[in-house]
């Protein structure tokens, strides 16, 4: 009941979920039911044992889901190598451990409009969550969602958090210049196409293979190429993992061979 009653106590909009799952019992409504009373949020509650769930926006909180995949993707190994490039996450604030194994980091965030989905992908492995999230003292397969430090450390979102999480949601949001070329040559436009791709998901494979033939017409190296196709796919609001994008770039590149030597492994 204390870490219950914290949730309160912080005057976050707190709601139930069934015991031992992310998602209501058909008597409750999720984050529907969000509620900064401890008295009717028990009014609610089907069983003593229901997990919980809060509400980030109306707290300003985001948090960053690093996830270890089945599949091998493992977030946590990702942040490590990013820290090192001045991508570091403070683990000075509030953060839990999930029973995957996972961590949520928990910071302050200024919302500045309502155009924020619910779940932004970042990295592999790596999401942010912005609407509503699943803490302790929830459970799932009756492992625990372990609090690291308290509500009370919550520390602001670092500036390359912020900046990574604007450019998701508008990738032209950090480009306020105002220089227009009154002639757009055939490299212009194939720079316009790696910062700005505009395709959806299902054409992810297919524009990406033809982006990297046109790169590699320009008679760059193919490590450029794949350089800059790394960037364009980076752009993508839903980026391809980059084994995929490996995937393409070899089967291109193949084809491109009598031009260019080389595979990329």
Not at 43 to 52: A, D, E, I, P, Y
Not at 229 to 254: G, H, Q, R, W, Y
């Amino acid at each position: 009941m204390n870490q219950l009653q914290e949730l309160f106590n912080q005057g976050f909009s707190v709601f139930p979920l069934a015991t031992n799952s992310k998602t209501p019992t058909n008597k409750q409504q999720g984050f529907k039911n969000a509620t900064t009373s401890l008295e009717t949020f028990q009014q609610l509650q089907t069983s003593n044992n229901n997990n919980v769930g809060i509400l980030l926006r109306n707290a300003g909180l985001i948090v960053v889901d690093i996830d270890r995949h089945e599949n091998g993707t493992n977030g946590i190994e990702l942040m490590a190598k990013l820290s090192k490039q001045g991508k570091h996450l403070p683990e000075d604030t509030y953060i839990e451990m999930t029973p995957n194994k996972g961590l949520h980091y928990f910071y302050s965030f200024n919302y500045t409009s309502s155009n924020y989905p619910n779940t932004i992908k970042l990295f592999d492995g790596v999401e942010i969550k912005t609407n509503d999230i699943i803490v302790a003292p929830s459970k799932l397969s009756g492992i625990n969602y372990t609090p690291i430090n308290n509500w009370t450390d919550v520390k602001e979102a670092p500036q390359w958090l912020i900046n990574e999480i604007n450019h998701r949601i508008n990738p032209t949001s950090s480009r306020d210049y105002s220089y227009k070329s009154t002639v757009k040559t055939w490299t212009g436009k194939l720079l316009d196409e790696i910062i700005q791709p505009n395709f959806n998901n299902g054409e992810r494979n297919t524009e990406l293979t033809k982006l990297a033939g046109k790169i590699l017409a320009t008679g760059c190296t193919s490590q450029t190429a794949y350089t800059f196709l790394l960037m364009a796919n980076s752009a993508l609001a839903d980026p391809l993992p980059d084994n995929e994008v490996n995937t393409v770039f070899k089967s291109i590149l193949k084809r491109e061979s009598k031009k260019v030597g080389g595979l990329v492994g």
